[in-house]
């Protein structure tokens, strides 16, 4: 059995709720059919709801990447300047996207593990008027820092026209977002995070300034050309062979975070966020950010006193419990619990428990119990400091 046993605390791929995957056993159907078109339809008002935009969200088949690419090739071209801001990974891919086009990358780079900073990026691009568009990254999910996007769009807008491009894979669906009122221009978000599906979408929302844009842009792009996107989903279809069954899956995950209220899903990843930081912080185990920067769907952990991949093997054999480890620069010197989609406050008592008793085999701590201690505590005052 415990083959076929499998507690899944990555980043994403998330694990899938029952409903949702039974949703995705459904027989195939015609996708010019109308059934398509009623699935499609369904899907698009609670799409626009997630994002907090009036604007239809195009749906792509492909992994997060596709989408953060598409942001690209749809707004600029070659030799435009643009700014990538960098706190990890996901940042960092975005340079390499834009450096990929040919484009002019200004990049700025934060120590992983901390938020970038807002007015220094207004300071940055009062300095340099001719950038046409600024990348950053909502959720770092390789820090686990949440980047404050709703401030970080207003300083841009208050001295520059540039596009505000936004990678929102690792938040959206578990974190609020706001594109219309936050004034935040494309928006991307992946199907295998808080989305709770399996990897192979991508959703898009581009802001009507951007769609302005995106209109006129000269670069060359064929499947990732939003146009088509937007032209079909007016009639309530796709440019080429939608992931039909995924679709499916979708609309049952859209259906259950409805159901539940994106404020109380909201609610419940910032709970979850603070029953795993009290746990660590009560055996003295050093988290990678600050209370303030830290994300409600992944907490890094950057232990002194064990190697992280240690523990990790260890848990993964005993309990089937996966956790991620760091990546690039982080690789060796960190954990990550991933907190997002189908997780529950009882998810998170579940791997602090395991990781106290992996922990103990391995002869780091002897306390086991007082991070499961500290996480309930943490839950009983509703998620508060
Ligand atoms: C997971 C993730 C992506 C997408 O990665 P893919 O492997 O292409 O799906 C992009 N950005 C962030 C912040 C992510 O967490």
Redesign the pocket.
């Known amino acids: 059995m415990l083959n076929d046993y499998q507690l899944l605390r990555i ?2 791929p998330t694990p899938i709720p029952p409903s949702v995957q039974r949703a995705m056993t459904k027989p195939m159907i015609g996708h010019r059919d109308q059934e398509t078109k009623d699935l499609l339809k369904q899907i698009k008002p609670k799409l626009r709801k997630l994002f907090g935009t009036k604007e239809d969200v195009a749906i792509v088949a492909g ?3 596709a989408g ?1 690419e598409a942001a690209v090739v749809n707004t600029v071209t070659p030799g435009d300047e643009v700014l990538v801001l960098v706190t990890g990974a ?1 940042g960092d ?1 975005f340079v390499k996207i834009c450096e990929a086009y040919n484009l002019h990358v200004h990049r700025l780079d934060y120590p992983w593990g901390v938020a970038l900073r807002p007015e220094e990026i207004q300071e940055y691009l009062l300095h340099h008027p001719f950038i046409k568009a600024v990348f950053a ?1 909502h ?3 390789s820090t686990g820092v949440l980047n404050p996007i709703q401030e970080l769009a207003a300083s841009i807008k208050e001295v520059t026209d540039a596009l505000f491009i936004v ?1 929102g ?2 938040s959206v669906g578990g974190v609020e977002v706001n594109m219309d009122d936050w004034q935040i221009d494309i928006c991307v978000t ?1 199907s ?2 808080a989305l709770m599906l399996p ?1 192979g979408l991508v959703f898009i929302a581009a802001s009507k300034n951007a769609w302005n844009t995106i209109e006129h842009n000269q670069h060359p792009r064929f499947y990732l050309d939003l146009r088509k996107y937007r032209d079909n989903q007016q009639f309530d279809s796709t440019p080429f062979t939608p992931a039909i069954s995924l679709l499916y899956g979708l609309e049952q995950s859209l259906q259950l975070l409805d159901s539940e209220g994106l404020a109380n899903v909201w609610k419940r990843h910032q709970l979850m966020k603070q029953m795993t930081r009290a746990a660590f912080e009560a055996h003295g185990i050093p988290l990678l950010t600050n209370d303030t920067d830290a994300s409600p769907t992944v907490t890094a952990i950057q232990p002194f006193n064990f190697h992280p991949d240690n523990v990790r093997q260890l848990v993964k054999k005993e309990f089937g419990l996966v956790l991620a480890g760091g990546q690039q620069q982080l690789k060796g010197k960190i954990f990550r619990i991933g907190h997002m989609g189908y997780c529950t406050p009882a998810d998170i008592l579940q791997t602090i428990s395991c990781l106290e008793l992996g922990l103990a085999k391995l002869g780091i701590l002897y306390n086991v119990g007082i991070g499961v201690n500290a996480a309930q505590h943490a839950y009983l005052r509703g998620g508060s400091p």
């Open positions: 980043p994403g992994s997060g990447t953060m996901f891919r990254t959720c770092e999910t990678d894979v690792s992946g295998q995070k990897p």
